[in-house]
């Protein structure tokens, strides 16, 4: 790579952040002198994916280059949807990926998670400069919409997209995509659905179809959005997103066998990410085929053997197969060997859970419940991600302990309220256990009704005035539901309400905050947050 000069755009280039990803140690000084030629004087360069990650932790970076082809068994493009996916990158990073393999061009587009560019190499340092030039003038360009993106401020998002449109600069279609994007979580699927179908009617882009189809389906326009789907694979069979589209469509319909055929069928296309994996391993298990579930998980974990992309999950989910096959001596190996390196609380849960599960399977019931209590004594209940909650409920089945295991069900169920993964889940598990369709289905739903109608009881007393009850209620409620939005965001409002009334108490404020801080990170949009605020704002 010969020497260039420095980069013409003015972007105080001098300080930003610039970490560079790449095993050949040739490649990594000829980008360390490059970067530094153009101006760049604050970088990080590290050869494998695990000491990016542990860069990463103490570090924010404007632009990250990523060569493909780490050679540790996870690829770039797989490392940066873990990043994005994980939210370890703000939307403003630059990521340019680096390869020499002519067929990156087919990965990029088949993925819906892109890098900013890519550079094949060989390259000039004329060449990669230019390219640089122009992702930082859109780094900038884009800064203000991007912090907002990173906030989850999809209201700021809006309107910040809609000053930038009515230019219609060249950026004029990155903007309607973003902003479509942003209409979709706050609920807006027929605006969506009505910019989608503008952006279509200019040239036909993959990601507005399939955004169109996803925006037909929150309005329940379920058929119409399986055929744009459909179409979408019949005329790219390399986008990669609207398989995954259609697979979940099917399945939320309960059709889990037509789902795991279009999952299959996009991993003949393209392996995938580990996300596509734990998508079609835990389908396969609850459709009743272990076989496919180890198959497509034991390929994925050998591959990423030694990758920071593996969850305790994923091992979790093949001894779940291996154990639905009999193979329970197999099935603890497999677990043993993940107890070895996932050492975290949730991880032990998880492993615990199903090392419990295998032992029972094996006949071995008191090494089971050993294994059972370590999992039921480690982490807050209240705290646990619903997939951990729901495994430990699996492994209380399996023990005989159904009142435990149904408790456990109705929290996952009650904790997130509007999910209707969780609710997929919770009913694969109860069929699992033995329970039919119809007791499945009306442990739910009493679960469900149970907290609306603990929900409605705390309103209506602060309606009525009793403000003490209904904050005693709802609060107690939000701190054993912390991830149900409507209970929280309710507990924050009447605690807002009685301070108005009643005057301002420190302690009462503190938890108030406390609440609305949680509300806000699961509905940043919602108009009960301006109620709050309303109400805080009269107190002296």
């Known amino acids: 790579m010969r020497k260039g000069k420095d980069l013409g755009f003015n972007s105080d280039i001098a300080e930003k952040w610039v970490l560079v990803i790449d095993d050949l140690e ?62 370890l990158i703000t939307r403003n990073t630059i990521f340019v990926m680096i390869t020499a393999e002519q067929g990156y061009k087919k990965v990029v587009a088949a993925s819906e998670c892109a890098p900013d560019d890519y550079v094949l190499k060989p390259f000039t340092a004329a060449e990669f400069n230019t390219r640089l030039e122009k992702l930082l003038e859109r780094q900038e360009y884009f800064s203000v919409i991007d912090k907002a993106t990173d906030t989850k401020n999809w209201g700021r998002v809006i309107v910040e997209c809609d000053k930038k449109l009515e230019y219609k600069d ?126 497509v998980m034991s390929q994925a974990l050998q591959k990423h053997k030694y990758s920071p992309v593996r969850q305790a999950n994923d091992y979790a989910v093949l001894s779940k197969a291996l154990v639905n096959q009999g193979k329970t001596t197999e099935a603890l190996t497999v677990v043993t060997d993940a107890q070895k ?15 419990s599960v295998t032992h029972k399977a094996a006949g071995n019931s008191e090494k089971a419940a050993t294994a059972l209590a370590k999992a039921m004594s480690f982490g807050d209940l209240n705290k646990l991600p619903a997939s951990t909650v729901i ?57 469900t009704r149970e907290v609306i109608q603990l929900n409605n009881d705390g309103v209506r007393k602060a309606e009525a005035g009793q403000l003490e009850e209904a904050i005693e209620l709802l609060c107690k409620a939000a701190d054993r539901l912390p991830n149900n939005s409507q209970i929280v965001g309710n507990a924050a409002l009447v605690i807002a309400l009685d301070l108005v009334r009643n005057g301002n108490n420190p302690d009462k404020l503190r938890r108030c905050m406390y609440y609305r801080e949680g509300f806000i990170k699961k509905a940043p949009n919602h108009p009960k947050i301006a109620q709050i605020d309303a109400q805080l704002k009269q107190l002296k």
Not at 174 to 201: F, G, H, P
Request: proline share 2%; net charge negative; glycine share 4%.
């Open 341 to 355: 390196t996932f050492k975290d609380d949730h991880s032990v849960i998880v492993l615990s859970a199903i090392e």
């Open 26 to 87: 040739g490649m990594r000084s000829q980008l360390r002198m490059s970067l530094s030629s153009a101006g760049f004087a604050k970088l990080h360069v590290v050869s494998s994916i695990k000491d990016a990650l542990e860069r990463m932790t103490s570090n924010r970076y404007d632009v990250i280059l990523c060569d493909y082809a780490l050679g540790d068994g996870t690829d770039g493009q797989q490392f940066l949807e873990y990043l994005r996916t994980n939210d």
């Open 391 to 447: 495994s430990l409920a699996d492994a209380c089945f399996a023990s005989g302990k159904e009142a435990d295991a149904t408790n456990l069900l109705r929290h996952a169920i009650q904790n997130n309220q509007d999910d209707a993964a969780i609710r997929s889940r919770v009913h694969d598990v109860l069929i699992f256990a033995g329970k039919d369709p119809d007791e499945a289905n009306e442990i739910i739903e009493t679960s």
């Open 170 to 295: 060249k950026y004029f279609v990155d903007l309607c995509k973003i902003k479509c994007s942003a209409l979709m979580r706050v609920n807006r699927a027929q605006d969506a659905a009505n910019l989608y179908t503008e952006i279509l009617q200019m040239r036909p882009i993959g990601w507005a179809k399939l955004g169109l189809a996803r925006a037909l389906l929150q309005l329940n326009k379920t058929d119409e959005a399986k055929k744009l789907a459909q179409e979408i694979m019949a005329e790219s069979p390399q986008f990669m997103a609207a398989y995954d589209f259609l697979g979940k469509i099917l399945a939320s319909s309960g059709d889990k066998h037509a789902a795991l055929d279009v999952l299959q069928k996009a991993r003949e296309v393209s392996p995938g990410t580990m996300s596509r994996v734990r998508e079609l391993s835990n389908l396969a298990v609850s459709a009743g085929k272990p076989e496919m579930a180890e198959e």
